[in-house]
């Protein structure tokens, strides 16, 4: 599996933008795709995550209500609409895809990802 994230850019505090990650290759293998964001000199961070194939969704506490995960399976995209953006919500974003069967509380820990895309940096301005 590849995954191509992109749509990161340069935003006010407040503004919006919306991420997308493409997955190819072995998508029928794709159990979850999750987004983690990573701030200079801060640990990665769980975003959300979205079940493939039922499009069951989790956030994060310091997203819900601001950021809306959602997938297109006819393009094979995952989406991360992110609203009302703070500047701590700078970092870089990266999505994930993970093939394993697991309770969905194990979704949140990056190391149960086996795919990563090669993340897209969003900068908030106050």
């Not at 990573?38 to 959300?48: D, I, L, N």
Request: hydrophobic share 35%; net charge positive; with cysteine.
């Amino acid at each position: 599996v590849q995954l191509q994230a992109s749509g990161g850019g340069l935003v006010q505090a407040g503004g919006s933008l919306r991420l997308s990650c493409a997955a190819s290759g072995r998508t029928f293998s794709i159990n979850t795709v999750g987004w983690f964001r990573q701030a200079p000199g801060k640990e990665r961070e769980f975003v959300a995550r979205i079940s493939w194939s039922g499009g069951t969704t989790y956030s994060a506490d310091s997203v819900k209500g601001r950021f809306t995960i959602s997938r297109d399976n006819a393009k094979n995209t995952v989406y991360l609409q992110m609203n009302s953006l703070k500047p701590e919500d700078t970092a870089i974003y990266y999505c994930a895809a993970g093939a394993r069967y697991l309770p969905p509380t194990s979704w949140v820990f990056y190391k149960n990802y086996g795919h990563w895309g090669q993340g897209t940096l969003v900068t908030v301005s106050s």
